[in-house]
């Protein structure tokens, strides 16, 4: 794959007036890992939200996200796969989780009760669940976060999207449960060539994971560029403010410590 997968231009979203983000004008490479870091409040979710068309109906837009490589416009959950910081949140507690990963796989490529079965075992052995099958039948209080995190990430490629985004989608979970799920993000974009966005706080994190970096402040892009580079050089003075705040945050934690 080559060229880009989105192209956003002029993008601004406002609530009641207030800016959540402003301008943003962002090139995302198709096959790229791109982290997007800020502190809270920054404008990384709306981000997020606004390329899988999740943005509340009240919130309002400017500028525009083009998918060059999509003759169509884009669907939630189809051509978008989005990971959030609290998997229980997005699954139903009285449902079998089994019954919910192919979710949207069933809704997006109309597939029956039986092929939708095959298709959630396949998905919860792709995200290294031990033993699927009773996985399949099980609830969400039944596994550790760690593991829900894979579920909701089977969830979210069920229909094979080209763009798979996690938002602080790690942060809940201690350090060890947190590199593995680094990992498997790694392991599904490369397989399935999808695009990842990867939200986060953590400026080690990202820098381990991502190809290329992108920091918003206040809503305003104010850098992106390759992860070497934003790291080394970088061209804006939050972004280096950011790097010096996190010196601390490189250090090794401890095995088990919540971050
Ligand atoms: N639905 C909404 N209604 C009103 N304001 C909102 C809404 N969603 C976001 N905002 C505001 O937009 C700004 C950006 O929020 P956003 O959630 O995108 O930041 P963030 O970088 O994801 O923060 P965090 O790291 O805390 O998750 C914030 O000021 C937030 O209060
Ligand atoms: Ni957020």
Redo the contacts with the bound molecule.
Sequence with gaps: MSGNLLEIRGLS?S??G????RAVDLDIHAGAKLAVI????????????SLAGL??P??LVEGRVDWPGLDRAPLTGRDTGLVFQDPAASFNPVIPVGEQVAEGARRHLGLGRKAAHELARNLLERVHIPDPEAALTAYVHQFSGGQLQRIAIAAAIAARPRLLMA??ATSALDTVVQASIVALLEELVREEGMTLVF?T?DLALASNLADTIAV?KD?ILVETGPTDQVLVSPAHPYTRRLLDAQIDLSAPRLVGEAC
Excluded at 18 to 21: G, M, Q, T
Excluded at 38 to 49: H, R, V
């Design positions: 979203v609530h009641a207030a800016f959540a983000l800020g502190e809270s409040g920054s404008g990384k979710t709306t981000l997020a939200l943005l509340p009240e919130a938002d602080e939200i706080h918003l809503g």
